[in-house]
């Protein structure tokens, strides 16, 4: 998956700005950043669900910029299930494979298969109201895989579940992931709960990326100090570089500090 110097705006709000991004086949692929980032609106355009203004998206060396969302063989989960309030489980797992045209015989078979893989099959008769959090968000997973797609878009899906349950999934998503082979691209605003599952992590701000690359590399050597506080353990310490050289000095006023000045930064790590 590619992106060229991809621009979106919603009226005068530029919600991507020239974005440039590789993201290798079969990676876990985590964008995080400040909310009005554009990790949402991103994570949109390459599921075709927005167009760009500007620029090319490229999936396997085909640019799909203008490809509608059906044929770009993508898998999405947002924060909310969006489970059907009038289907059964079995029903939202197999209604993928209905838009696709597979008989009944194998919906069925798949459907059970996958509620099998997804710790589900005694909730097949169940609705939505019927389901805890934490099943309506693995229906919904297993709804955005059970066609197979080669990419699974996440925008979220675990926000709203407690820690227990989000290490869970992680783990079913691990293992999925490995079993099928298939890439991620997950939207999340906690990086550092994520960075143990992640392949590659991409920073964005004001629509565009501040930094891109191994998780390992961005927390040894993040470009910014909200980045260092992002992925650390605990808020950096700081202070400008002129402050920190006369600390034990009084001064009988404080020293302003430089617009331009360069911090120093220290983990309590």
Aim: aromatic share 4%; glycine share 8%; hydrophobic share 40%.
């Amino acid at each position: 998956m590619q992106l060229q110097q991809v621009r979106k705006s919603f009226g005068a709000v530029r919600a991507v700005e020239d974005l440039s991004l590789v993201i290798e086949a079969g990676t876990h692929h985590l964008l995080t950043g400040p909310s009005g980032s554009g990790k949402s609106t991103t994570l949109r355009l390459i599921a075709g669900l927005e167009s760009p203004d500007a620029g090319q998206i490229f999936a396997d060396g085909f640019e799909i910029t203008r490809l509608p969302p059906e044929k770009r063989q993508c898998g999405w989960v947002a924060q909310s299930p969006g489970l059907l309030p009038h289907l059964d489980l079995l029903s939202q797992l197999e209604l993928p494979l209905r838009f696709h045209g597979v008989d009944s015989k194998e919906r069925r078979i798949r459907a059970e298969a996958m509620a099998d893989r997804l710790g589900l099959r005694d909730r097949l008769q169940h609705r939505p109201a019927e389901l805890s959090g934490g099943e309506a968000t693995r229906t919904a997973l297993g709804r955005a895989l059970i066609g197979r797609p080669g990419l699974l878009l996440l925008d979220e899906p675990f926000a709203h579940l407690d820690p227990p349950l989000r290490r869970q999934l992680r783990g079913l998503l691990r293992e999925l992931q490995r079993e099928h082979q298939f890439t991620i691209i997950h939207v999340t605003h906690h990086p550092a709960e994520m960075l143990s599952d992640a392949d590659q992590l991409t920073c964005l701000q004001n629509g565009r990326c501040v930094q891109s690359g191994t998780p390992d590399d961005l927390y040894r050597l993040p470009s910014t100090l909200w980045l260092a506080d992002l992925l650390g353990e605990g808020p950096v310490w700081r202070c400008p570089i002129p402050e920190f050289e006369l600390r034990g000095v009084r001064l009988a006023e404080p020293v302003p500090v430089p617009a331009d000045a360069r911090w120093l930064g220290l983990r309590p790590e």
